[in-house]
């Protein structure tokens, strides 16, 4: 037996006595609990330190489970399932009968996605059921996009770490809301606003903020403890040195540092590219915290494709430092 196989038959044994895994998926890492177990689910509640009426996404094997986990799903959600599963997309549907209030936050509606990992894949398989995770970090605090960053912040309060190596898309899954009208899309993220469009054959509203907004849309989510500006290029070398001035320590994150940076500002690794970007975005909130930078300069990527997801999280650690942590 491959040891990858091994470790996934633990897992699943940790699942079905009510126990916490941390597995890989394409996004970030997932810190999962036996959808249909209240008690497990509550565990994870406690450990996350999130508030129980925070709805979390059930993940599954496969597209074929939808119809167990969901009731009264229209045309627009099958054929987004069909086209982006397993994928970094999240449906949110009518619940079924058989979704325990615990996951949904006392809602009557459920969040389902079919995770592209092929070890988050081969966990839900031999699991069969449904597996509650929400990203495997305490409430408030960076997605990890690495088992050590799980094993990090979560300690020995998860019972078992399954390690698949970096995350290949690194930001949260674009989650589409389909139980309105209209589909909207209430959290940006690893599929592109504009695939979701042309999938659907018409424009998507973006609605994450309101009476629905999501805790993943809270902006203390993706904010580390450096606190974080976006900047354009041409701002940069003002922004910077009025920081320096008053003996902060500055770091830049950025695809292209811009020319005039005045000495002391610490430039972390640049991505090449959007999608470098996303995949190394959380890492480098975490270096910035780990470098002890006061404050952290980001120049977004250009907010579309990908980008939009790696912009909106910059915003929301940006606006983070006026809102309660
Ligand atoms: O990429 C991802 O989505 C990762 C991986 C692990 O799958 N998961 C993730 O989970 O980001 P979490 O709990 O950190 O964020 C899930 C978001 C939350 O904002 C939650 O409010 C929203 O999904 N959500 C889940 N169920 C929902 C529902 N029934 N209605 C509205 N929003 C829901
Ligand atoms: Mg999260």
Redesign the pocket.
């Known amino acids: 037996m491959a040891e990858s196989d091994a470790h996934v038959r633990d897992a699943v044994a940790v699942l079905r006595r009510g126990g916490l895994v941390a597995f890989p998926?394409e996004?970030?890492?997932?810190l999962g609990a036996d959808a249909s177990s209240a008690a497990a689910v509550r565990r994870l509640y406690a450990v996350k330190g999130r508030p129980a009426h925070?709805?979390?996404?059930v993940?599954l094997g496969g597209a074929d489970a939808l119809d167990e986990w969901a009731a009264a799903v229209p045309p627009s959600a099958r054929l987004l399932a069909e086209a982006f599963w397993p994928g970094?997309l999240?449906l949110?549907l009518r619940r079924s009968a058989r979704v325990p209030d615990a996951v949904?936050g006392g809602?009557d509606?459920?969040?389902l996605?079919v995770?592209d990992q092929p070890l988050a894949l081969a966990l839900l398989r031999a699991f069969g059921g449904g597996v509650a995770?929400?990203?495997a970090n305490r409430f408030g605090r960076v997605?990890p996009t690495t088992a050590a960053d799980v094993r990090a912040d979560l300690g020995a309060d998860v019972d078992l770490v399954l390690d698949g190596g970096p995350c290949r898309i690194g930001v949260?899954?674009t989650?589409v809301?389909c139980t309105g009208e209209e589909p909207v899309i209430?959290?940006l993220?690893?599929v592109p606003r504009e695939d979701v469009e042309r999938c659907l054959g018409r424009a998507v509203e973006v609605r994450d903020r309101g009476a629905?907004a999501?805790?993943?849309?809270l902006a203390s989510h993706y904010a580390p403890r450096a606190r974080v500006h976006v900047v354009d290029a041409a701002g940069v070398p003002d922004t910077a040195a009025g920081l320096l001035g008053v003996g902060r320590a500055v770091g830049l994150l950025a695809l292209d540092a811009p020319g005039g940076l005045p000495a002391g500002v610490r430039v972390l690794a640049a991505p090449a590219d959007v999608g470098e970007y996303a995949r190394v975005l959380y890492t480098r909130l975490r270096e910035a915290d780990a470098l002890g930078l006061d404050d952290l300069l980001v120049i977004p990527p250009p907010p579309t494709g990908l980008g939009a997801a790696v912009a909106d999280r910059l915003g929301r650690a940006a606006a983070a430092g006026t809102e309660e942590r």
């Open positions: 998926t996004t970030v890492y997932g925070h709805p979390v996404i993940h970094p999240t949110v949904t809602r509606t459920v969040g996605r995770p995770a929400p990203s997605s949260e899954s989650i809301d209430a959290r993220g690893g629905v999501a805790p993943g849309t």
